[in-house]
C-alpha cells in the first residue's frame, strides 16, 4: 500500500507530460480511448504516450542485414530448398512489409531472420554491422505468431503485469512497471478493456493484447507473421497504424501480410517481395510500380499495387526470375531520399555510426551481466505458479466437471463393491476393487493433460521463444500447480469409495491406501504430459489409451497362480508402473491384518496371506511400490521435459517428420 501514491505520482505526472486524458478525483484512472479516435492522426499523436517507457527500458537501435540466405527442409520427398540466396535490410524506424503468394518463403524467413529456425540455413545475418550472437539478439527482438494465444482466464491489466514481473525483472521499480503498463494500455486503446478477461476481447483488441505484452521490456525489433489474419478491415487498419506508430519510435518492425488493400500498403516504409523463395522486389513501397514498369509490368492506376505484383508472380512463370535478377535478390534497395510518416510524426532513424555505438555499449553490457533471463528461477517459479493458481481457480466449469467426475464415480464403485472389505468369502471381489481404484486415478490424469496440454503449448510457445522465463521454470510451476486439486478430489474419491466399500476403518491403512492413489495420479499425469507434449490433442487421444492397455494387462498378471510367474513375466510387470500401484493398493489393505469375517464354514481366503500368495505379492513391501512409484514419475515427468523442450524447436519437428516419412516409404 506504501507504494500507491507514488504509483499516483507517477502516473499523473506522465499524463501531464504525455497528454494522456485522466480523471481529476484520482490521477490513478485514465480515461479510455474510444473506438472512434483510432485513426491516424489520433495514433500518431498518442506515441509521446510512451516516453515513460522509452526512458525506462532502454532499448539500442537496430538495423538487420542479411545475405545470401538459403534455407532446406528434409521431406518424404528429399531435400526442398524454401529461400535461394536471398538478400535483404531492414532498418529501425521503419514498418517493413514481406509480401509474396502463398509458398513464397515468408514464414520461413521471418523464422530465420527471428532465430527460430536455424538448421540447414547457409548464409550471413549481421545486426548493426556486427555478426549477429542470438544470446544477445533473442534479447532484443520478440516474435508474434500467427497462431498466437492469450493466457486465458487473466483480465488484460493482469496479464500485463505479469508480464512486467518476468520481463524486467528488478531493473525497474513496482511503481514504473505500473507506470509504463499504464501508458502502453492507454496508446493502445486497451485502459478500458482493462479488467476484461482475454477471452472476452475481440479478435482486434487480442492481437493489440498481444503486441501490448510483446512491448513491455521495449524490444527494439518485433517480428509478426501474418498478424492481420482473421480481422476484419477496420481492426487491421487500426492494428497497422499502430505498428507504424511504433516503428516511428525508433523500432524495427517486419510482418507478413499476405494481401494488404491499396491504402493499407501505402502505410508501409519498406516493402520486400518473395516469390518462390528469391527476392523479387526490396525498397520504398512508392517506388514498387516504376520498379515494375522497368521490365514491362505497367499496374494501372487504379489497380492495387500489392494485388498487381502478386497476380504477376503467380501468373506469369518468368516474372520472378525477372524481378529476381534486376534487383540481385535483394542486394538491390529502391530508396525514397527521405521516408516522411503521411500526416504525422516522422521516423526516429540514426546514422550508422551512432547505431553501431549504442549498439556495442548495450552488448557490452548485456555480456557482462551474464543473465540468461531478466528474473531468476525462483522468481519466474513463484510468478508462474500463482498466475496458474489464479487460472485454475476461475475455470469454475472445469473444476465442477472434475467434482461430479470423482464423486460420481466414487459412489458407483462404493456400490459395486459396497461392504466387500472385510468380507472373507470375496477378497478376490475386493482385489478388484482396487484395480478399479488403480484405472480410475490412471485414466482420469492421463487423459486430463492428454487433451489439454497440446493446447498450452501453443501458448507456450510464444512466451518461451520471447524469453520471457526458462522451460525449467515453468516446467516445475505447471508440476506444482496442478498438486492441490489433484490431492483434493483424488482424497474426496478416495474417502467415499473406501468407506462404501467397507474397508477397515483405521487411520495408517486409509493413509497408506491415498499415498497410493495419489502418488499414481502424479505418475499418471507425468505420463499423459508426455504424450500431450509429444503428440496434438487428436493424436495423443489414441497414444494415451494404447499405452495405458498394456501397462493395465500386465499389473494385473499372475493374479491366482502368484508363485507360479514365470521370470521373464515379472521383468515385463516390473516395467509397468501400474504393477506397483495394485500391489501398494492391496498391501495396504491386507497387509499386517487379522482374519477376515467368514460366514461360511470354510473360507479360502480368510486368511490374507494366503490371499497375498496367490498374488504373487506375499514377499512384497509396501515402501518399495512407494520407491518404484516415485522412479517412474521421475521417469515420466523428466522424459515429458525434453520432449517439450524438443516440441517447442521448429527444426525437431521438421526433422522428426522427414526422418518417419523417409522410414515408412523405405518399407
Given at each position: ?68 540466405i538459403n534455407y532446406t527442409v528434409s521431406s518424404h520427398k528429399g531435400d526442398n530448398t524454401i529461400l535461394h540466396n536471398v538478400s535483404g535490410e531492414f532498418r529501425s524506424g521503419e514498418l517493413t512489409c514481406i509480401l509474396g503468394p502463398s509458398g513464397a518463403g515468408k514464414s520461413s524467413l521471418m523464422n530465420i531472420l ?364 505447471l508440476t506444482f500447480a496442478s498438486l492441490p486439486a489433484m490431492v483434493i478430489f483424488g482424497l474426496l474419491f478416495i474417502g467415499i469409495s473406501y468407506i462404501m466399500s467397507g474397508q477397515l476403518l483405521e487411520w495408517d491403512r486409509f493413509c497408506l491406501f491415498s499415498l497410493i492413489g495419489i502418488l499414481t495420479g502424479v ?145
Amino acid at each position: 500500500m506504501s507504494n500507491v501514491p507514488l504509483v499516483r505520482k507517477a502516473i499523473a505526472g506522465a499524463a501531464r507530460h504525455s497528454s494522456i486524458p485522466t480523471n481529476e478525483n484520482n490521477p490513478l484512472v485514465l480515461q479510455p480511448a474510444q473506438e472512434s479516435q483510432w485513426t491516424p492522426a489520433a495514433l500518431e499523436r498518442a506515441g509521446s504516450t510512451l516516453k515513460a517507457l522509452n526512458r525506462m527500458a532502454k532499448r539500442p537501435p537496430v538495423h538487420i542485414l542479411f545475405e545470401d540466405i538459403n534455407y532446406t527442409v528434409s521431406s518424404h520427398k528429399g531435400d526442398n530448398t524454401i529461400l535461394h540466396n536471398v538478400s535483404g535490410e531492414f532498418r529501425s524506424g521503419e514498418l517493413t512489409c514481406i509480401l509474396g503468394p502463398s509458398g513464397a518463403g515468408k514464414s520461413s524467413l521471418m523464422n530465420i531472420l527471428a532465430g527460430y529456425a536455424s538448421n540447414n540455413v547457409s548464409g550471413r545475418v549481421t545486426v548493426n554491422g556486427h555478426a549477429r550472437d542470438m544470446h544477445v539478439f533473442k534479447k532484443l527482438c520478440c516474435y508474434i505468431m500467427q497462431d498466437d494465444m492469450l493466457q486465458p482466464r487473466l483480465t488484460v491489466i493482469e496479464a500485463m503485469r505479469i508480464a512486467a514481473d518476468l520481463k524486467l525483472g528488478k531493473e525497474l521499480g513496482r511503481a514504473e512497471k505500473h507506470l509504463i503498463v499504464s501508458e502502453i494500455l492507454q496508446t493502445l486503446g486497451l485502459w478500458d478493456h482493462r479488467d476484461t478477461r482475454s477471452e472476452c476481447l475481440s479478435g482486434g483488441q487480442s492481437k493489440r493484447l498481444s503486441v501490448a505484452l510483446e512491448l513491455v521490456n521495449n524490444p527494439p525489433i518485433i517480428f509478426l507473421d501474418e498478424p492481420t489474419t482473421g480481422l476484419d478491415v477496420v481492426s487491421i487498419r487500426q492494428l497497422v497504424v499502430l505498428l507504424r506508430l511504433l516503428s516511428r519510435q525508433g523500432r524495427t518492425i517486419i510482418c507478413t501480410i499476405h494481401q494488404p488493400s491499396a491504402s493499407l500498403f501505402a502505410l508501409f516504409d519498406r516493402v520486400y517481395v518473395l516469390a518462390r523463395g528469391m527476392c523479387c522486389y526490396q525498397g520504398a513501397a512508392p517506388l514498387l510500380v516504376p520498379f515494375l514498369a522497368e521490365v514491362g509490368y505497367i499496374c494501372p492506376t487504379t489497380h492495387n499495387p500489392a494485388d498487381f505484383v502478386i497476380e504477376t508472380l503467380v501468373i506469369d512463370v518468368e516474372a520472378p526470375a525477372q524481378l529476381s535478377e534486376l534487383c540481385q535478390n535483394g542486394k538491390l534497395c529502391r530508396k525514397l531520399d527521405r521516408i516522411t510518416a503521411r500526416g504525422g510524426r516522422r521516423p526516429v532513424l540514426h546514422s550508422d555510426e551512432s547505431i553501431q555505438r549504442i549498439f556495442v555499449e548495450h552488448v557490452a553490457k548485456e555480456l557482462e551481466q551474464k543473465m540468461e533471463f531478466p528474473t531468476t528461477f525462483l522468481t519466474q517459479f513463484f510468478i508462474l505458479t500463482k498466475r496458474m493458481f489464479v487460472q485454475n481457480k476461475r475455470n469454475a466449469t472445469g473444476l465442477w466437471i472434475q467434482l461430479f467426475h470423482h464423486v460420481l464415480s466414487a459412489l458407483l464403485i462404493g456400490c459395486i463393491f459396497f461392504l466387500v472389505g472385510n468380507d472373507g468369502n470375496s477378497p478376490i471381489i475386493n482385489f478388484k476393487f482396487c484395480l478399479c481404484s488403480l484405472v480410475f486415478f490412471m485414466y482420469t490424469y492421463i487423459m486430463i493433460p492428454v487433451l489439454i496440454f497440446p493446447t498450452e503449448v501453443r501458448m507456450l510457445r510464444r512466451e518461451y521463444f520471447n524469453r520471457w522465463y526458462s522451460l525449467k521454470a515453468y516446467y516445475a510451476a505447471l508440476t506444482f500447480a496442478s498438486l492441490p486439486a489433484m490431492v483434493i478430489f483424488g482424497l474426496l474419491f478416495i474417502g467415499i469409495s473406501y468407506i462404501m466399500s467397507g474397508q477397515l476403518l483405521e487411520w495408517d491403512r486409509f493413509c497408506l491406501f491415498s499415498l497410493i492413489g495419489i502418488l499414481t495420479g502424479v505418475c499418471s499425469e507425468g505420463l499423459g504430459l508426455l504424450i500431450g507434449a509429444a503428440f496434438s490433442a487428436t493424436n495423443g487421444s489414441i497414444v494415451g489409451p494404447a499405452t495405458a492397455a498394456p501397462l493395465l494387462a500386465l499389473c494385473s498378471y499372475g493374479m491366482g497362480f502368484g508363485p507360479k510367474i514365470e521370470l521373464i513375466m515379472k521383468v515385463l510387470m516390473a516395467v509397468s508402473y501400474l504393477r506397483y500401484t495394485v500391489t501398494g493398493f492391496t498391501l495396504s489393505l491386507y497387509q499386517h491384518r487379522a482374519p477376515l469375517d467368514c460366514d461360511d464354514v470354510f473360507c479360502l481366503y480368510a486368511d490374507p496371506k494366503l490371499l497375498l500368495r496367490d498374488l504373487g505379492m506375499i514377499d512384497d513391501n509396501y515402501y518399495f511400490q512407494i520407491l518404484g512409484l516415485f522412479a517412474f514419475t521421475v521417469l515420466h515427468r523428466v522424459l515429458a521435459y525434453y520432449a517439450l523442450r524438443y516440441r517447442l524447436t521448429v527444426e525437431f519437428s521438421n526433422k522428426y517428420v522427414a526422418y518417419v516419412s523417409k522410414l515408412l516409404k523405405h518399407k
